[in-house]
Structure formats: C-alpha cells, structure tokens
C-alpha cells in the first residue's frame, strides 16, 4: 500500500525530535510521503519510490527536494544522515532484503525501519507489483541479525492482519 500503518509512528517522530545530528533523509518506497508528512520539512528530503504512479498521484515531486524513481535494490543509494526503510524489506527476498539493510547502513548513519513481524500476507494493490509481500521476518532474526540499539515490538490488535510491528533503529 502506499499508506503504511500508523502503529509506531509516534515512536519514530519520537525520536527524531531528539536527534540533533541529522539534516538530510532518504525515504525508501515514500508511497504518499507518510514519513515527510509525519516528519515536516526541517530535512533536505530525498524519496526513492519504484512505482513511477505513486510519484504522480501522490505529488512527491512537490513534497520532496528530490525524487528518485527507481528500485534499492539497483540504485545508488544516495548518502544522506538518515534513510527510512518503512514497509520495505518485506517486499523484496530475504537475502535482498538483509543486502538493503547492510548497503543503508553503510552510507548512513542513522536507519529506521518498520516492518510487519510474522507472516503477513499482501499481494499486488492496484496493478502495482512491488506491493506483494515476498519475505517474513520475525524479532528473533531481527534481532540477531541487526542487533541495533533501539527495539521495539508493537503488538497491534490481532483482528489485524499482522499482529506485531517492528521498529528497529541504528
């Protein structure tokens, strides 16, 4: 979707009120621009969106100081402060997926990604492919694998689709 559940937004705006050191962020898969909308316009903002639709319907050419369409996992990523990874990695493979969060990493200082835990089942949304969830990640793989210093793990109700969401930050 290119809306992304409001679970743990608040957490995220959080934090980045408290961060000093960050001016500049790169938004992967922007949608409708959730996180420059909840974030406002004090960063230089860069989106990385895929889906070329989503750019035009949802304007992100007058919302963001740049917009890159294109997929992560071709794309230099450019190097900013922050990258957000919302409802991304489990639209790709897992091993694509552990590759984005090793190349964020690299070029950022800071990364946040939220993501569904367990399984949660989604495929193509208004002809748009890249909407499909390919991969199911759990907080013990998260954990293990990206043992990054801020955790937490938002039980949501579980008449919901997924009843867990993961938000982890470098």
Same mark, same amino acid.
């Given at each position: 979707?290119?809306?992304?559940?409001?679970?743990?937004?608040?957490?995220?705006?959080?934090?980045?009120?408290?961060?000093?050191?960050?001016?500049?962020?790169? &938004?992967?898969?922007?949608?409708?621009?959730?996180?420059?909308?909840?974030?406002?316009?004090?960063?230089?903002?860069?989106?990385?969106? *895929?889906?070329?639709?989503? *750019? &035009?319907?949802?304007?992100?050419?007058?919302?963001?100081?740049?917009?890159?369409?294109?997929?992560?996992?071709?794309?230099?990523?450019?190097? =900013?402060?922050?990258?957000?990874?919302? &409802?991304?990695?489990?639209?790709?493979?897992?091993?694509?997926?552990? =590759?984005?969060?090793?190349?964020?990493?690299? *070029?950022?200082?800071?990364?946040?990604?939220?993501? /569904?835990?367990?399984?949660?089942?989604?495929?193509?949304?208004?002809?748009?492919?890249?909407?499909?969830?390919?991969?199911?990640? =759990?907080?013990?793989?998260?954990?293990?694998?990206?043992?990054? /210093?801020?955790?937490?793990?938002?039980?949501?109700?579980? &008449?919901?689709? =997924?009843?867990?969401?993961?938000?982890?930050?470098?």
């Amino acid at each position: 979707m290119p809306a992304s559940s409001p679970l743990g937004k608040d957490v995220i705006k959080a934090w980045f009120e408290r961060q000093e050191d960050i001016k500049s962020i790169l &938004d992967v898969g922007a949608g409708e621009g959730t996180y420059r909308k909840l974030l406002g316009g004090k960063y230089h903002w860069i989106a990385l969106e *895929v889906w070329k639709e989503y *750019v &035009d319907r949802f304007k992100l050419e007058d919302m963001y100081n740049e917009v890159i369409i294109g997929d992560i996992r071709d794309t230099v990523v450019p190097t =900013t402060d922050c990258v957000i990874l919302g &409802d991304v990695i489990e639209h790709v493979d897992k091993e694509d997926g552990k =590759t984005i969060l090793e190349v964020a990493s690299s *070029v950022c200082k800071h990364v946040v990604v939220s993501i /569904p835990l367990g399984k949660y089942e989604q495929g193509a949304i208004e002809d748009n492919p890249y909407e499909e969830h390919k991969a199911t990640w =759990t907080m013990k793989e998260m954990k293990k694998i990206y043992d990054w /210093p801020i955790i937490w793990n938002l039980r949501i109700n579980s &008449d919901l689709p =997924t009843p867990t969401i993961g938000i982890f930050i470098k």
